[in-house]
């Protein structure tokens, strides 16, 4: 990361390309009566536009580059939160669609960890260690969705 700017539209790259899979992901479940999965990946999907909105309200005082999707270079061939394209198998179970979103997670959160550690520019420090804390609250959250469904409880998308 060069700047600011770069780390910010990265991260807004990133998590557009989150809601919009999570989004994705959510209308095959729902087309195909996996009701339980698409209301998850909907409530996934609405998290990432949050995040999404809040990186598009941090680069609202930043003069912004202009990067072409080709152009964004990621730890694979996607962008790190991009949920793998296979759980958009309609025999999918909760628990299969709770890992998905957690390996989506961890690897947010890889990234924005290794943007940390990479980088000895103090603005772009400071702001990669709050996403790095945002990506380690959604890692727990989704580790404790898949406690209580191994347990048999309700998942905040239940009630």
């Not at 990265?10 to 729902?30: P, Q, S």
């Not at 809040?54 to 730890?75: Q, Y």
Request: glycine letters at 6%.
């Amino acid at each position: 990361m060069n700047s600011v700017e770069e780390f910010l539209a990265y991260a807004i790259h990133l998590e557009k390309e989150a809601a919009d899979r999570f989004g994705e992901l959510a209308d095959v479940m729902e087309s195909c009566g996996n009701r339980e999965a698409g209301t998850l990946f909907r409530r996934l999907s609405h998290y990432s536009t949050l995040h999404l909105a809040d990186a598009r309200a941090r680069a609202g005082f930043h003069d912004m580059p202009e990067i072409k999707l080709e152009d964004f270079v990621w730890p694979d061939l996607e962008s790190p939160e991009r949920a793998a394209i296979w759980a958009a198998d309609p025999m999918i179970g909760r628990e299969e669609a709770l890992e998905i979103a957690l390996s989506a997670e961890q690897a947010g959160l890889a990234y924005y960890q290794s943007v940390l550690d990479a980088t000895d520019d103090p603005e772009i420090m400071a702001m990669a260690a709050e996403f790095v804390k945002e990506e380690s609250e959604h890692v727990a959250e989704l580790k404790k969705w898949i406690a209580a469904h191994q347990a048999g409880g309700l998942l905040p998308v239940d009630r």
